[in-house]
């Protein structure tokens, strides 16, 4: 489980530094840096995995992940418990060209046996600790679902991780309906208590492939038919009644959702989560409807500071919070909530 994060340079997170909890939400306006967090969480996390140069192509050359203006190192910092090992795992990422050598990436381990860990990125061989970071850092999964994917027909075998798209919902559908019956039943339950305009989940085969289905009024309707909102729901679902991996990392949380169904949406995550209690969600949001739904401990408001840098506050920091909450429109709320709470 990660508890604090650390961002120095990386894309709009110039200077950002949060703490994280088994459910989190970074709630901001757009463009304030709420989707820079998940990717630089997901950078560090997965870094005992792929070499981090690997990881950051996904964001273009050094110069374009690098924050604008900025001219140090790109920093990273996990702080998190993971089994019985507590530790910190940082690495710093040199923008330079001619930063080459063992220090170009250094990863620390503080655990029992206080080991430190060096490796050159840029060296075709390098000093790879991969193995001790598996050990400790979780298994992640970065999420922007979009309609047009999560509604794609199922082909061959349903055994096929959900992509980051949503492509891939209907095979895991499809296998949980034969392999793991209850589960699938979990799923149905659940979205018709997020969207109850649904009645019925169901899964239609023709030959090799297969169709998601929502009984809707009385009517079938097609996935392809379907609303955005139904189909965010559905994937987000599949994805966390698969709990496939420990930490979900889930960008726009409640897209296309109606606030009734945000609510019922955030009470879905807090009963999986009470099921499986390695399983953390870090998300974001824009929508201030959503951060009604929310605990103090499980949002986070996200805006930019004086200086151009990102920083957070706690809903509970600003003292007319339960003001604006009892009937401020959405655009004063964020005006008088987000930005004076963060910046000021």
Known sequence: ????????????????????????????????GKTSVLQG??????SGNLMPMDLLKDYGAKTEFRSWRATGDIEFELVGQWGANEGIITYTLPTSP??????????????????????????????WPSQNLRNVLPNVRFLQFNARSVALPGVGT????????????????????????PVF????????RVIPSVQKLTLEEKKNSYQVVFRMHGSSVPAQNASEGTLMALALLTEISEARAQLLLIDEIDRALHPEAQRNLVAEIRKFLCDRPGLQIVATS???????????????LIAHGADGAEAWASSADNPNYDAWERGMDL????????????VS
């Open 41 to 46: 969480i997901r950078v560090a996390a997965e």
């Open 158 to 181: 349903p055994d096929v991780q959900i992509a980051p798209s949503g492509e891939g919902v209907t095979n895991q559908l499809a296998k949980l309906r034969v392999t793991n019956a």
């Open 98 to 127: 001619d930063a080459k050598g063992p220090s170009a990436i250094l990863y620390n381990e503080y655990r029992e046996d206080n080991q430190t860990h060096s490796f050159d990125a840029w060296n075709s061989e390098p000093r």
């Open 286 to 300: 824009h929508s201030t409807s959503l951060l009604r739904c929310l605990t103090t401990n499980e949002s986070r």
């Open 331 to 342: 655009k004063d709320g964020w005006r008088r909530v987000s930005r004076s709470s963060v």
């Open 185 to 192: 039943d979990e799923i149905e339950a659940a979205l018709c």
């Open 1 to 32: 489980m990660i508890k604090w994060v650390r961002f120095r340079n990386f894309k709009a997170l110039r200077e950002f530094e949060a703490d994280l909890a088994p459910f989190r939400v970074f709630v901001g306006a757009n463009a304030s």
